[in-house]
């Protein structure tokens, strides 16, 4: 692979469920990001992670966590899924000294 | 607060100019970032500038002005591909980006 993947590409929750959406990076970036991207609003930082081992909350944390047990994998997980939380999810990394954030595909979540 | 404002939509013809304008305010500041995203996918990076002044690629340029809190995103020969969004997003004092919501860029034939 070359750059970020996510997965799933696309899905369909129920309320109440657990999801975890995949983020994979082979570029060795030491910083990685989740955002969501809603209609009319600029992509909102929901965690970061500086380095592998540490993770830090963004502005719209609430509902969902994050690990960084490598420096390659960046997993979101929604605890239990609401309505609210549909939305378009980008992954991203950066590496150290440029700050250039580089995205993944997305992954489309509807909240039923 | 922080904030970033850019238009929401503009159009523009095929092979003309357009100047994509972009405000920010920001709890100090590392850079200006410009983005480009088509329908459907995920942002690209087309451009940084931390330094006022004008930096050319291309196509395309982009500008800034450190005092006014100013950047500008400038597109030429406009082709039909670059129908898009067009993203604005300042680096804060601690290393997070602050985006705008975008500028739909609409090009008519």
């Known amino acids: 692979i070359a750059g970020i993947t996510q997965a799933p590409t696309s899905q369909i929750l129920a309320a109440g469920r657990r999801m975890t959406l995949r983020c994979t990076q082979d570029?060795?970036?030491?910083?990685m990001y989740w955002y969501r991207q809603d209609l009319g609003l600029g992509l909102r930082l929901i965690h970061y992670?500086?380095?592998?081992?540490?993770?830090g909350k963004g502005e719209v944390p609430d509902g969902y966590s994050v690990s960084r047990a490598n420096t390659d994998d960046f997993p979101l997980t929604l605890a239990s899924a609401v309505p609210s939380q549909t939305s378009v999810y980008f992954c991203?990394?950066?590496?150290?000294?440029?700050?250039?954030?580089?995205f993944g595909p997305g992954t489309r979540l509807l909240v039923l | 607060g922080q904030n970033i404002d850019q238009p929401t939509e503009m159009t523009a013809t095929e092979g003309a100019i357009v100047q994509i304008n972009c405000t920010y305010q920001?709890?100090?500041?590392?850079?200006l970032f410009w983005y480009q995203q088509h329908a459907g996918e995920a942002p690209t990076f087309l451009s940084y500038?931390?330094l006022d002044g004008l930096e050319e690629k291309g196509r395309f340029s982009s500008f800034l002005s450190r005092s006014k809190g100013y950047s500008y995103l400038l597109l030429k020969e406009l082709q039909m591909k670059d129908s898009a969004s067009y993203l604005c997003?300042?680096?804060?004092?601690?290393?997070?980006?602050?985006w705008g919501a975008g500028t739909k860029l609409i090009i008519k034939p």
């Open positions: 992670s500086n380095t592998a081992g540490t993770t």
């Open positions: 991203a990394s950066s590496d150290t000294d440029s700050k250039t954030q580089y």
């Open positions: 920001t709890s100090g500041f590392n850079g």
């Open positions: 570029m060795r970036h030491n910083a």
């Open positions: 500038n931390v």
């Open positions: 997003a300042a680096l804060n004092s601690n290393y997070q980006l602050i």
